[in-house]
């Protein structure tokens, strides 16, 4: 007879983080440090850095900017159809599962990616980035269902710390194979690098499996306090019912002024912290002229850090409460920002990747937490978590498309790290508003 997991029940929680671990390989590999240097690379060796997409001369990493915005935006608009239809017909497992196999698919298929056939690269890199980010509103959605609320924070930071070794073991091994590749039998690094995003793929699809199989024998029993709704059949409303569930919790923000405020706190500060974290490489690539080699160690620095930084984080808020810990957070997140607009010299630059792998893991993973501690009672968490994806995504189109355009218009990314900066200071105001007492762990 197969188990059936109960909500905190420890075997369910090791497996439910394992997503992280799995999926986490695209946002290194695939949108940090492998793709962002082949992808500059591939695309400045053929016109100097100038691409044609859809009749359109762009600047080949504004370009960029630009797929990762779109791929976001199409999340944001999809995300609340396909939650309110899990909601719906409780199948959260079958919308993440077809996410996570669109973008291990997609990962996979950049192999055949070489830098002359620009629109299949971009095209792919956005199912990728589809793929990814619509997989995570259900996997976050979980998170209330499978654990009480004075353990969240921990679990959340186990399933960001988990990611980050998954993601850095995998990194390692693609990495060997590229700065190696005469040993390995190649006679150059593109071929181990196209590889590289074939394994990817597997790595991502393969250890899926594992929350697939806990998830599938999940029983949902909600607590005493949870509201529990009359079942409701699916029908051809269900496909718009997502965007009225929308519109229904953002009327409802009105009642809860806490949780209101961070939403729009998180929507300006994540839009930089997103921005930073797919685009430094680029950065590094363009405005420092860093091999490589140097990328893939700040990478590296960053990944590892960010393992010590998630803990960190938790321990903090379990002291001084959630709004103390993101504010801390935010505020090195500015002085961040202000080095990197200053920044000349190599070591400089490692000591920002430092200090961004410190409060990387933080930042997301008390942010979600602490969204998930100020939702009111409701059997419906998809729809809470679809709005808050939906906030984030929103967000990172905003961060990214801004920082295109600077890039477009003056020609520089240092001057776009100085819009990233207004961004954590409206961000750091508004989330002063916000009751510490609605969000300090339990006793």
């Known amino acids: 007879m197969k188990a059936t997991y109960l909500r905190n029940d420890k075997k369910l929680i090791n497996r439910w983080a394992m997503y992280d671990w799995a999926n986490s390989v695209y946002s290194l590999s695939i949108t940090t440090a492998i793709f962002p240097i082949y992808y500059s690379s591939a695309t400045r060796s053929i016109n100097n850095g100038t691409v044609h997409f859809l009749g359109r001369e762009y600047n080949n990493n504004a370009l960029y900017s630009y797929a990762l915005s779109f791929s976001f935006l199409i999340v944001a608009l999809i995300s609340p159809m396909l939650s309110s239809i899990a909601d719906y017909k409780g199948n959260k497992l079958s919308f993440m599962k077809f996410f996570c196999y669109l973008g291990a698919l997609s990962c996979a298929a950049l192999y055949w990616f070489t830098g002359a056939n620009i629109t299949f690269g971009i095209i792919t890199f956005v199912l990728a980035s589809i793929g990814f980010a619509g997989s995570i509103v259900y996997y976050n959605a979980y998170l209330k269902e499978i654990v009480d609320e004075k353990d969240q924070d921990r679990v959340s930071a186990k399933g960001f710390s988990m990611g980050y070794i998954g993601s850095v073991i995998l990194l390692i091994l693609n990495l060997a194979m590229i700065i190696f590749y005469v040993p390995f039998g190649f006679s150059d690094e593109s071929m181990p690098t196209r590889i590289s995003f074939l394994m990817v793929g597997v790595w991502w699809a393969g250890f899926a499996q594992i929350p697939f199989y806990a998830l599938k024998r999940f029983r949902y029993i909600p607590p005493v306090n949870d509201v529990i709704h009359s079942p409701r059949s699916v029908t051809s409303s269900s496909f718009l019912g997502g965007y009225s569930e929308l519109r229904k919790v953002w009327f409802q923000l009105k009642h809860y002024r806490s949780l209101k405020n ?111 501690k100020l939702v009111p009672p409701t059997k419906d968490t998809a729809s809470f978590f679809s709005f808050y994806d939906v906030t984030e995504k929103l967000a990172t189109v905003f961060g990214t498309a801004v920082y295109g355009i600077i890039l477009e218009l003056t020609g520089t990314m240092r001057n776009s790290v100085l819009a990233l900066i207004l961004f954590f200071i409206v961000g750091l105001l508004l989330i002063s508003t916000i009751k510490k007492e609605k969000v300090l762990a339990p006793e």
């Open 262 to 372: 961070f939403l729009i706190a998180f929507f300006f500060y994540n839009s930089a912290v997103q921005t930073v974290m797919y685009l430094a490489t680029i950065f590094g690539t363009d405005e420092l002229k860093l091999d490589q080699t140097r990328l893939i160690i700040t990478v590296l620095i960053i990944q590892l850090v960010a393992i010590i930084g998630a803990t960190l984080f938790s321990r903090i808020s379990k002291r001084f409460g959630n709004i103390f810990s993101i504010t801390v957070a935010i505020f090195i997140w500015i002085g961040i920002c202000i080095a990197a607009y200053f920044v000349s010299t190599e070591y400089q630059f490692y000591g920002i990747a430092f200090a961004v792998g410190m409060v990387m893991g933080g930042i997301q993973s008390m942010s979600r937490s602490t969204y998930a």
